[in-house]
């Protein structure tokens, strides 16, 4: 009976540690809490918000440093051309700058006789007394009158300023007798006249102006006169 009381009492001190050591108390359990994804993203972007903010308080702001404005300058209107240094402005000449002069008649004076039809040659010396020179190309043209079938002289070089020349027109008597005169006048290239006005008259006559009848060499042939009859 003895061991029996043993055998009982080790058993019960067996049941007694293992109770408490498996039964020594209930283990606290901690919930784990759900989390909610867009609370999630919600906290960053807010996170990031206040990140950007503290940085840009922290930042020093530059100032921009104040600029000169320039006030327009008033337009001014120039009343003559300006040039480069060292440019010469070309002067246009004017018609005051041209000047002619008669200064003798070399061929066919005044009143020169002349016949019908006679084919002659008037020859003026004139003088460039302006203070511009002739270009080549101006012209001698007729102005009024009787022209003679002269044409226009045209300048075949220039003559300068001081200088004289002389001017020959190929001219035609006219046909009828009497006195003829034409006038003639020098121009510009452009046909603007300047300077004095020269002319050429010649005496036209009939057959008197040809002196006497020219001797052919045939002897004159007398003309009989007719005996009365008795």
Excluded: H
Excluded at 98 to 105: C, E, G, K, T
Excluded at 194 to 214: C, M, N, P, S
């Amino acid at each position: 009976m003895k061991v029996k009381t043993s055998a009982l009492t080790m058993a019960f001190m067996i049941l007694s540690l293992l109770s408490s050591a498996c039964g020594g108390g209930e283990a606290k359990v901690t919930a784990t809490p759900t989390l909610d994804p867009k609370a999630i993203e919600t906290n960053a972007v807010a996170t990031f918000a206040s990140g950007l903010t503290q940085t840009a308080l922290a930042a020093p702001t530059e100032t921009p440093a104040p600029t000169n404005t320039i006030a327009p300058l008033p337009t001014l209107r120039l009343l003559t051309t300006i040039t480069s240094p060292g440019t010469i402005v070309p002067i246009n000449p004017t018609a005051s700058c041209y000047a002619m002069s008669f200064v003798a008649d070399i061929s066919i004076p005044d009143n020169t006789p002349m016949t019908p039809g006679q084919a002659f040659t008037k020859t003026w010396k004139v003088k460039n007394t302006g203070s511009c020179a002739w270009d080549a190309g101006f012209k001698f043209a007729f102005t009024g009158g009787n022209a003679m079938n002269g044409t226009t002289f045209t300048l075949p070089q220039s003559v300068a300023a001081n200088a004289e020349t002389e001017i020959s027109v190929a001219m035609t008597a006219p046909a009828t007798a009497g006195t003829a005169r034409g006038n003639w006048r020098m121009s510009t290239a452009g046909g603007q006249f300047f300077g004095d006005e020269v002319y050429v008259v010649i005496l036209v006559g009939g057959a008197a102006a040809t002196g006497a009848a020219t001797n052919t060499g045939i002897p004159a042939t007398e003309t009989p006169t007719s005996t009365p009859t008795p």
